[in-house]
């Protein structure tokens, strides 16, 4: 223990290395303590910035289901369309696929077929990048 007070010449000199290290240790605790409340908070902030985009997510999807289901329930009940399809006039199918489609902003169309066809046969579409296009393409599948 004499060898360790030979070390400090003076009490002066003791107390500012012991208060130093006694500030360091404060900072050091004090910075942790604030890194793990600022990395709490940003973590809370980001889940909850999440779950709010994605609720407004949901709710512009189920829009837009609605938008295209009510579209299609009333492309359904045209009784010129109906009739069209069950002749197979592929004028008329190719423009309330070319009407539908750009009414809806979407990117392909299509008609599938019923029975006598097998089942899962399209009777009608536009190709997928048709929008890209000035007109829509029809191409008959039977």
């Not at 299509?110 to 990048?129: N, Q, V, Y």
Request: proline residues 4%; glycine residues 4%.
């Amino acid at each position: 223990m004499a060898t360790r007070l030979k070390r400090f010449r003076s009490l002066s000199a003791r107390l500012t290395v012991q208060f130093a290290l006694l500030f360091a240790i404060a900072m050091l605790c004090v910075s942790t303590a604030l890194s793990t409340l600022i990395s709490g908070s940003a973590s809370r902030q980001v889940e909850s910035q999440l779950q709010s985009s994605g609720a407004v997510y949901d709710r512009l999807w189920q829009q837009r289901a609605r938008e295209l289901q009510g579209a299609a329930q009333l492309l359904a009940r045209d009784f010129g369309f109906r009739a069209a399809v069950a002749t197979g006039d592929t004028a008329t199918m190719q423009s309330a696929l070319h009407n539908a489609a750009a009414r809806l902003r979407v990117e392909s169309a299509f008609i599938a077929a019923k029975p006598p066809m097998p089942s899962g046969t399209i009777a009608a579409s536009l190709p997928p990048s048709a929008s890209h296009r000035a007109g829509f393409a029809f191409q008959p599948r039977l």
